[in-house]
């Protein structure tokens, strides 16, 4: 970083360092300055003001430091970053190394159409397309990421065994829910007070219960859904 060190002294030099730190505190290791919060932040750990800020990342971008595509997007990017702390993801993490965005490229637009596009609906599009549909009557909606947050709670089985009790909870009985990994989780500390703190409890804990979504298997509302999920009859 001779050159941004150079030009900027110390600050240029702990500029690039705390850019780094904060890169490698956020979810997939992407800054976007599209979101007011963290374009604060970044100007709050690096005590720059929004024009040093941005004309220090210009510089960046310009040496190939983060990446520019990305940057003429207001969204940070570093690579080389990525690429140096990829061990720790192979090795300790066992997950998928993040990769770079494609979500912030601008599409084609046909002739007439409104430039004016609001950067935050990018990233809800881009994480409704993420967005899969799980369970027998094909219902319950998560994330990748929620998905594995599950299996790492529950383990494999007691993630399918929730995602299953929600779904026949939805076809059968019409239930809504804002977010369905919520839900779960919710019915899960009802569950686990109701057992009396077992943890990690799953809808199947006993090798005698039947799973959800086995011939056997007879639907019990969880403890408190009525309050976990909008219910409807319709």
């Known amino acids: 970083m001779f050159i941004i060190e150079e030009r900027y002294g110390n600050d240029g030099y702990a500029f690039w360092f705390k850019l780094l730190e904060m890169l490698g505190t956020s979810e997939g290791h992407v800054i976007d ?24 990342l210009d ?3 310009t040496l190939e430091a983060i990446d520019r595509e990305l940057w003429a997007e207001k969204v940070v990017w570093c690579q080389k970053f990525v690429d140096g702390v990829s061990d720790v993801y192979t090795r300790s993490r066992h997950t998928e190394i993040p990769r770079k965005p494609d979500n912030y490229a601008e599409k084609p637009r046909e002739e007439g159409q409104s430039t004016t596009e609001n950067p935050q609906s990018r990233v809800k599009e881009s994480r409704v397309k993420k967005s899969k549909v799980y369970g027998e009557f094909k219902n319950v909606t998560l994330t990748e990421k929620e998905l594995e ?21 939805k076809a ?5 829910s804002k977010s369905d990994y919520a839900t779960i989780l919710s019915w899960d500390r009802r569950r686990k007070r109701q057992d009396g703190g077992n943890h990690g409890s799953t809808p199947a804990n006993s090798s005698q219960s039947p799973r959800p979504g086995s011939k056997d298997y007879v639907y019990h509302d969880p403890p408190g859904s009525d309050s976990a999920v909008e219910g409807s009859t319709g």
């Open 33 to 56: 300055l599209n979101n007011p919060a963290n374009a604060e932040y970044l100007r709050s750990k690096t005590r720059r003001n929004a024009e040093q800020v941005t004309e220090m």
């Open 59 to 61: 510089l960046l971008a």
């Open 149 to 169: 947050a599950l299996k790492t709670r529950f383990g494999e089985q007691g993630a399918t065994d929730w995602i299953a009790e929600l779904s026949i909870a």
């Open 172 to 176: 059968s009985k019409g239930y809504k």
